[in-house]
């Protein structure tokens, strides 16, 4: 396995693997289960926002997808701004936007203005409280960097698991639009005590200037790693919007159905903690390619779950767990291939891909189920984009191979 001495920058430190480097990863659990538990949660308000304002599923899903593609393009620019400045302000201003539009969210007439309140400021929340967060766990790890990772990620896992059968209870009782309120006050005050509480990134001792970015388009490892995260995207936000749903349509009650999601995050919990751990010890890229594999299996078992709930938790499990391993393995992997300095832009350069597939993926989805009746053909697209993703990784398995 090439290690991160061999990678595009030079990035030694002595203050890495250090008890601030802990700190940093409880800070990155905490802020990702607060940003990925509220969108993930998505899924639940899907049929009383479609049902209230009458809308087609692609026009619903839209606000997801308008969501991820900004919290994954927004990425570059937090990435950039935590290099520059430290987390502390990045999250903070994350913290008043999410809390700020999801207020704004309940009290929407129409749906279009959901597309601004929520697309806009959950999104750029979630971006203010992930690719930097990433982008500090790297910084303050060598020796254990994709278990650190892997721990760190597990709050993406945890909030979804805990935050989207939450989210249906509280809609059942309160509706709505009043559990988006309480969803925005713990965003606003969660956020703000990570920003408060993370140490900066450590400066590694000998810096050398991070590569800039027209130099990191031009590397053809550059476009196989992009176009492999466009891919797998537009399969992975699919089940996030459209699962409950699904579920519902083949009488599956309410928060059974949304327990899916929380299923997902659940087993996603053992990938990143499984898939991290390992990725000290063995080749991360054949994990990585490893776990596009299982996401575009998983999307076979769930085309054959239609009358059977059983199918759908072990849909559920499966996506989960190659899911949780292509989180981890991420921004592990392209620490590897590009080095540490300047790591939070690299990361957000790379996610713009995520965002173009989360925002493709949901609305691709939506209008098939619309034109077709049925969920089966944007199921199958699905399975496909992730099996297209696994392929891009293949010449980046032999440029990490050469570069050994």
């Known amino acids: 396995m090439t290690g991160a001495n061999n990678s595009l920058i030079d990035d030694s430190t002595d203050e890495r693997d250090s008890m601030k480097g802990w700190v940093a990863v409880a800070c990155a659990f905490v802020s990702m289960f607060i940003c990925f538990g509220v969108v993930y949660s998505f899924g639940a308000f899907f049929d009383p926002m ?20 900004i919290f994954f393009t927004g990425g570059i620019f937090s990435g950039m701004a935590a290099d520059r400045f430290g987390p502390k302000p990045v999250l903070v201003f994350g913290g008043l936007t999410m809390g700020c539009g999801l207020y704004l969210t309940s009290l929407v007439n129409c749906l279009w203005v959901g597309y601004i309140t929520y697309g806009l400021g959950v999104g750029v929340g979630v971006a203010c409280g992930y690719v930097p967060m990433l982008a500090v766990v790297g910084a303050w790890f060598e020796k254990r960097r994709a278990a650190a990772l892997g721990v760190a990620v597990t709050g993406v896992g945890l909030g979804t698991l805990v935050v989207a059968p939450l989210a249906a209870a509280l809609i059942t009782h309160f509706g709505w639009r009043q559990t988006y309120v309480i969803f925005g006050v713990c965003s606003v005050v969660g956020l703000i005590l990570c920003g408060y509480l993370t140490p900066r990134s450590p400066v ?22 992009y176009f492999a995260g466009f891919f797998i995207t537009l399969a992975l936000f699919v089940p996030f919007v459209f699962l409950v749903s699904y579920a519902r349509a083949q009488g599956v009650d309410e928060v059974a159905a949304a327990s899916l999601i929380g299923i997902i995050g659940g087993t996603s919990i053992g990938g990143r903690l499984g898939f991290g751990a390992l990725g000290d010890k063995i080749s991360r890229m054949r994990l990585y390619q490893s776990t596009f594999l299982i996401v575009a299996a998983s999307f076979l078992i769930w085309l054959f779950s239609s009358h059977s709930f059983t199918q759908m938790i072990v849909y559920a499990v499966l996506l989960g767990g190659g899911y949780g391993g292509f989180i981890v393995l991420s921004p592990a992997v392209t620490a590897e291939i590009f080095g540490l300095n300047g790591l939070g832009t690299i990361l957000g350069a790379t996610y ?6 989360g925002l493709l993926g949901p609305t691709l989805a939506g209008y098939l189920i619309d034109k077709t009746g049925n969920y089966n053909t944007a199921i199958i697209a699905a399975m496909i984009f992730a099996f297209i993703g696994f392929l891009l990784l293949i010449p980046v398995g032999r440029y990490l191979k050469k570069r050994e």
Do not use: N
Request: charged residues 10%.
């Open 204 to 225: 590694p001792a000998g810096q050398k200037s991070g590569m800039h970015l027209r130099e990191l388009v031009k590397l053809p490892v550059f476009g196989y790693m």
């Open 352 to 357: 713009t891909a995520a965002g173009i597939g």
């Open 50 to 69: 479609s049902l209230e304002f009458d809308t087609s599923s692609s026009a619903t899903s839209a606000i997801f997808s308008i969501t991820a593609f």
